[in-house]
């Protein structure tokens, strides 16, 4: 059965509107859950690590303040999109990690969320 | 920074044809993932190595771990339609990263 649950699997907005995507980690308690974005044709790119209480680790170019990370409890992130651009349109992907495990993989990966900024 | 080659980036070829896709880097890893994504969903991971050396086999695919645990190789016998999909390698230490993938493509 599935591991991660991403929800919602598909939204679009309009432009300057916000957009939050929801990550659940169904099988375990995952103090640390990644973030990443695929845009068409492309390989998934690392946005951030999110960690549970803390704030998250942004990848260099990943801009914190468009793009929040809140890991509020062991079991759920949040990816809030704020002013959303056409540019930001994308797949957005999270991911989880069992705990103990060697050097935070494999990842257990959502089924992501593609957003189209109209 | 850890990088991760992926060759070919893009193939196709008849069903019943064997191929091998590489991962590569100029970095040790101590382990290396692979993983297969269709499209609109996230990927999925089809073996770990760890071992410098290591072969794995699931089915018809075989993965192979270097030596020297910086590179990684994947090879299909008897490629089916079925097998077509993107093609991940990945690892790191604490954060995962991933090469560009080889988009694979059989055709029946």
């Known amino acids: 059965g599935a591991v991660v649950s991403q929800h919602p699997s598909w939204v679009i907005c309009k432009s300057g509107t916000s957009v939050k995507i929801e990550c659940r980690s169904l099988?375990?308690?995952?103090?640390?859950m990644f973030w990443y974005r695929q845009f068409p044709k492309q390989s998934l790119m690392l946005m951030a690590t999110s960690n549970e209480g803390s704030k998250a680790t942004y990848e260099q170019g990943v801009e914190k303040d468009k793009f929040l990370i809140n890991h509020a409890s062991l079991t759920l992130s949040t990816l809030t999109v704020t002013s959303a651009h056409p540019e930001d349109s994308s797949f957005y992907i999270c991911?989880?990690?069992?705990?103990?495990?060697?050097?935070?993989?494999?990842?257990?990966f959502g089924n992501g969320t593609r957003l189209t900024v109209t | 920074t850890q990088l991760l080659e992926q060759s070919p980036q893009f193939l196709s070829i008849q069903e019943g044809e064997n191929l091998t896709v590489y991962c590569n880097s100029s970095s040790v890893f101590s382990s290396l993932q692979w993983y297969r994504q269709e499209p609109g969903e996230g990927p999925v991971l089809l073996v770990t190595v760890v071992t410098g050396g290591e072969v794995k086999k699931l089915k018809r695919l075989t993965f192979q771990f270097g030596d020297a645990r910086k590179d990684s190789s994947l090879h299909i016998t008897a490629a089916q339609p079925g097998d077509t999909g993107l093609y991940l390698c990945?690892?790191?230490?604490?954060?995962?990263?991933f090469g560009k993938g080889t988009r694979l493509h059989i055709l029946p």
């Open positions: 990945a690892g790191g230490r604490n954060k995962i990263i």
């Open positions: 099988d375990f308690q995952a103090t640390t």
């Open positions: 991911s989880v990690v069992k705990p103990g495990s060697l050097d935070n993989s494999p990842l257990h």
